[in-house]
């Protein structure tokens, strides 16, 4: 119905040079270029002529977009259409979003309507540029925008102006404000504000030629000079209608006159005629615009046109897809969403709420779409009652260093026992290279001095030596001076064996010098009496002891 509407309203058809197919409305005018151009080049050209590359912001544009396609001589069914949608570098695509982040080349930059025939590429570097295809009833189609395709312009017109009738044979070429000079095209029905016509009347012999604009008159488009064009002396109504819009006639004197229907007048120039109110008494239920031809209606935002072009019904947005993965819920002109948890709704649509701002962690926090997550700093771990908050680590529990550890918060440290420092790598000890090594026996070595004087006292005791002969005063002597020896000998050797346990290294080392002493002295001694004491003579004694004992028992 909206393609009838258009037709109905400009009349519309395609005309123009070989390689450019150009319709206009009462709006706009639409220009094919059958050439193929990279989508920057397109865009260039668009721009440099006046004009943007064609938009598909609503239904409305879509049917203007396709009938100007079906309009087209050349076979463009399978061929590939620039239309002014992109995706710049510095975006990405929003799968949440109507355009999924693309936008028009030309204000306003975005719109609720999409016609996508499937998903775009998912990517924030790479220019991406639509294109669409009769074959595909005009669904939207990303692509490489180094690609090559046909493209379409759209150019905004403050009126439009009917093509001049002549009434003499001659000749008419258009300058379009956006194109080349266009010869005459009876199928090109409609002229855009702003065009110039070089009007050439007569033969070659008796040749007139004069240039004409279509101007705006208070409202009203015509064009300038309001003298019929190639009009002939002797007018008549038979040919071509006497060059009238609507109604001809003739008087008597052989002059042609002009009249229009009910509700138009006749312009400056006496032959076409406009309405004189193209809005009074209109059946739109909303809004009417006037036309140069008569008026179209149109709706508030939120409705559309019905079927009959006349009433407006309810958009049910929510169909579009509006709110994304969100709820949505229609209204009568309007809707809302209702945004899943982790959104909120800013100027009607859902925004994901950045709960890292809030502060919800203790320490590290990593935002996401709809949510958020919390991590701990190295040597720290999460409650698992409250993944929000961080407590340190005990890393001494573990053991790490060689030596000491100490816990701090969020880390540890090592230490060394004295003589001792940390090696590079922090955990272990070695060395402290200016301490002066001590002669401290180890505990090895004063194991093995103690089974070595054991071996050494035994050997001792059990050695026996020949006295020389002595008598029998001096053997008494010497015997009493041996049984005190022995008698001090044992009772030091069991203080001495009392105390190494107690005190390891210093009793040992005083034990060993000691005993050195001791042992010299009594060899000293024996040296002096000419006399060596042996274990076996008081044995001896014991014998005679114990004997006498046991006589007198």
């Not at 439009?160 to 000079?181: A, S």
Request: net charge negative; glycine share 6%; hydrophobic share 30%.
């Amino acid at each position: 119905m909206m393609r009838v509407l258009i037709l109905m309203l400009s009349f519309s058809v395609a005309g123009g040079t070989d390689r450019v197919r150009t319709t206009c409305t009462a709006e706009a005018c639409l220009t094919l270029h059958l050439e193929e151009e990279q989508f920057e080049k397109a865009k260039e050209n668009c721009v440099n002529n006046g004009g943007n590359l064609v938009t598909m912001r609503d239904d409305n544009e879509f049917q203007r977009v396709k009938s100007a396609l079906l309009a087209a001589e050349d076979s463009i069914l399978n061929s590939k259409v620039w239309i002014g949608l992109e995706l710049p570098k510095s975006r990405c695509t929003d799968f949440t979003e109507e355009l999924h982040g693309f936008k028009w080349t030309s204000e306003p930059n975005d719109s609720k309507y999409s016609n996508w025939k499937k998903k775009p590429l998912s990517t924030c570097t790479e220019n991406r540029c639509v294109s669409i295809s009769l074959a595909d009833d005009l669904k939207w189609t990303d692509g490489s925008c180094r690609e090559s395709a046909f493209y379409m312009c759209k150019f905004l017109s403050k009126g439009m102006c009917k093509p001049i009738v002549m009434e003499e044979p001659g000749d008419v070429k258009y300058i379009l404000p956006f194109l080349e000079p266009q010869a005459q095209n009876e199928r090109l029905t409609m002229l855009p504000h702003g065009t110039s016509a070089e009007i050439l009347c007569g033969g070659s012999e008796d040749s007139q030629s004069f240039i004409s604009f279509c101007l705006d008159k208070d409202g009203i488009f015509g064009w300038s000079n309001s003298e019929r064009f190639c009009a002939r002396n002797k007018k008549s109504c038979t040919h071509k209608n006497g060059g009238c819009d609507h109604f001809c006639s003739e008087t008597a004197e052989e002059i042609v006159r002009c009249e229009c229907r009910e509700g138009y007048y006749l312009m400056d120039d006496q032959v076409n005629c406009a309405l004189r109110n193209n809005c009074e008494n209109s059946p739109c239920e909303s809004t009417c615009i006037p036309t140069s031809t008569g008026f179209s209606c149109a709706c508030a935002e939120g409705f559309q046109l019905a079927e009959d072009n006349i009433n407006c019904v309810d958009i049910d947005e929510c169909n579009q897809h509006i709110c994304g993965k969100h709820r949505c819920h229609n209204t009568v002109g309007s809707y809302f969403c209702m945004c899943n948890p982790g959104y909120r709704l800013v100027a009607g649509k859902c925004e994901d709420v950045d709960e890292c701002a809030e502060s919800r962690c203790d320490q590290g926090c990593l935002n996401s779409q709809g949510s958020f997550s919390c991590f701990c700093h190295a040597g720290y771990h999460s409650l698992s009652e409250n993944r929000g908050m961080c407590t340190d680590v005990d890393e001494c529990l573990s053991k790490p260093c060689e030596d000491i550890c100490l816990n701090t918060i969020g880390s540890f440290k090592c230490s060394c026992r004295k003589n001792f420092i940390l090696a590079k790598n922090g955990i272990s000890c070695v060395p402290d290279p200016t301490e002066k090594p001590q002669n401290t026996p180890s505990p090895d070595h004063r194991e093995a001095f103690i089974t070595k004087l054991t071996q050494l006292t035994t050997s001792f005791e059990s050695t026996t030596i020949k006295p020389p002969s002595l008598n029998k005063t001096n053997t008494q002597v010497d015997s009493s001076k041996r049984k005190e020896s022995f008698v001090s000998s044992w009772i030091f050797v069991y203080v001495l064996a009392s105390v190494i346990p107690l005190v390891v290294l210093i009793v040992l080392i005083s034990v060993l010098v000691i005993w050195k002493r001791s042992r010299k002295e009594t060899l000293k001694n024996n040296n002096a009496d000419n006399y060596c004491w042996v274990s076996s003579g008081l044995d001896k004694e014991r014998k005679k002891i114990n004997i006498q004992l046991n006589n007198l028992m």
